[in-house]
């Protein structure tokens, strides 16, 4: 099996083990680990769960730890289906003592799960791995990164898809002592996204109810005020915004309530859309202008807008660290992967992420994985969620998990990386904190 690429570990003592004997320490873990990470994927993709409905997604993986000594606090921050795990339980610390010491001074990196499905749909943007991913890194990387006096942390991080679990957990002050995060995300073909990191836009929901006057459509519609024509005329006025918008800015909306019956003039109807952007500032000034046309529509029918922006948390544009982001290219590599370039510009609109809002608070990566499989066969699509339990998508999955184990154990044994890391991070603003 191809080395991880430990990188600078090398010159650190990791418990009395090089650079070399760490390596192999993560190969053989994560291929003992193989069938059990092969068992989740695969139990998860057959009972998906939406966001902040997946009980069953967060006690297999709870049983998964539990079998390796880790204690798992389901529930953490608040939330029924987040949970949080600490690298010293599966690390085989002698004592409390030691734990204590490490915890207080050392490094602290966090390891990202993501679980919940896609309604109708499963997982078809393949959390399944993201969650696979995640706990082998953790069993593989906790002992190494124990030994060199850092800490690790596992968190679970649920809803993802619709309800923005990471900010929630991040306002409960999940991640106040945390330094560095890491996750891995799936996508289509092979490879990852880019040595620097997926590029992601930050998306704002904004819900809208009119209410009009209902009235006998037949008999005598001029004593309505149409609710449905304050949405109709809603969504042509953001159609027509979409001609005057950034390319790699995005709206898109649903009617979600049309009104009761034909014959009665609709008193209530409704509206749901998406604003999304590539920087904070344009998040801010398109939410902004989407509100007007929204309130224009209501003076234009006689009918009340009922604004709801943010029903929940606002996804930020995804702050990707380079220098932190290479080390997991090398690994990744080194594992027989290629890597391809990073685009030339910045891509037309894309995929929005709560971890945008992650790293803005600390430094972080997003990769991506390849899961292979056809081409045309992208994530929210069924077909992608059957890619996630197909052999080429587990066998990724291991060599992921040993990327991700070595950026962990980098991050922590490499003071080098720390800094400059440290320094990306502050150059780009960050920490920042979203205010809407």
């Known amino acids: 099996m191809a080395g991880t690429g430990f990188g600078s570990a090398a010159g650190v003592d990791a418990g009395s083990a090089s650079a070399a004997a760490v390596d192999a320490e993560v190969a053989a873990t994560l291929e003992a680990l193989r069938p059990e990470l092969t068992r989740l994927v ?5 009972e998906p769960e939406i966001g902040f409905a997946e009980h069953r997604s967060v006690a297999r993986i709870a049983a998964l730890l539990a ?8 529930g953490a921050f608040g939330l029924e289906t987040a949970f949080r795990a600490s690298g010293h339980e599966a690390s085989g610390a002698e004592s409390s003592a030691d734990v204590s010491e490490s915890e207080a001074s ?3 990196f966090a390891i990202i799960a993501e679980y919940d499905a896609l309604p109708g749909i499963g997982h078809a943007c393949g959390h399944n791995i993201i969650a696979g991913v995640a706990v082998g890194a953790f ?3 906790a002992p190494i990164v124990a030994r060199l006096g850092g800490r690790l942390s596992l968190i679970g991080t649920p809803a993802e898809e619709n309800g923005g679990g990471k900010e929630l957990i991040i306002r409960a002050g999940g991640f106040d002592d945390v330094d560095a995060a ?8 092979s490879g990852t996204g880019s040595v620097l990191g997926q590029r ?12 009009g006057r209902a009235a006998y459509a037949a008999g005598a519609p001029w004593l309505g005020r149409n609710a449905l024509d304050g ?5 042509l006025g953001v159609a027509q915004l979409r001609q005057h918008i950034l390319p ?3 709206i898109h909306g649903i009617i979600t309530d049309g009104g009761a019956a034909p014959n009665i003039v609709p008193e209530r109807a409704a509206a749901l859309f998406y604003v999304r952007s590539a920087d904070v500032d344009g998040l801010r000034d398109l939410t902004e202008r989407v509100v007007a046309v929204l309130e224009g529509a209501a003076r234009i029918t006689g009918t009340r807008a009922e604004i709801d922006v943010d029903p929940v948390p606002s996804y930020l544009p995804l702050e990707t660290n380079v220098a932190f982001t290479t080390r997991w290219a090398r690994a990744f590599a080194a594992r027989g992967h290629e890597i391809p370039a990073p685009p030339a510009a910045v891509p037309q609109g894309g995929p929005s992420t709560d971890m945008g809002n992650v790293s803005r608070i600390v430094l972080s990566i997003h990769p991506s994985l390849g899961l292979g499989g056809p081409v045309g066969v992208f994530p929210h699509n069924a077909a992608f969620a059957d890619l996630t339990v197909l052999p080429p998508a587990l066998d990724a999955l291991i060599d992921a998990a040993a990327a991700l184990a070595a950026t962990a154990v980098d991050y922590v044994a490499d003071p080098a990386l720390r800094a400059a890391a440290a320094a990306e991070f502050a150059a780009s603003g960050g920490p920042y904190r979203w205010e809407g």
């Open 200 to 211: 992601t836009t930050g998306v704002r929901r904004v819900a809208v109810t009119y209410h």
């Open 67 to 74: 079998a390796h000594g880790v204690d798992v606090e389901v």
């Open 139 to 141: 069993l593989a990387a």
């Open 182 to 189: 890491g996750m891995v995300h799936p996508g289509a073909g």
């Open 42 to 46: 695969r139990e998860l993709y057959d």
């Open 248 to 250: 790699t800015d995005r």
């Open 231 to 235: 949405v109709v005329t809603a969504y």
């Open 106 to 108: 050392g490094p602290h």
